[in-house]
């Protein structure tokens, strides 16, 4: 999980997203799933709006494959 910390805040870093999030955690839905059977998840959240339309662009094309990363949009509009 670090590695792609490190990834992820590099995206960050690199492209001046003051109001981007790194995001972590699981997708176990029920309480007695065994640790090797959840699903683990890291994340880059950008705003969606004007301002950062350029660096959803840019992640897309320069940091999507190199590193493995899925599009994803979130529900609720902000990110």
Known sequence: ????Q???TAIKTSLSLPGA???TGTLDIVPVTSYARMLMYIGILVPATQTYDMAHLQIQLSFQEPFGL???QVAGGTY
């Open 70 to 72: 899925l599009t994803k």
């Open 6 to 8: 490190q990834q992820l």
């Open 21 to 23: 999030m790194v995001i």
């Open 1 to 4: 999980m670090g590695l792609y």
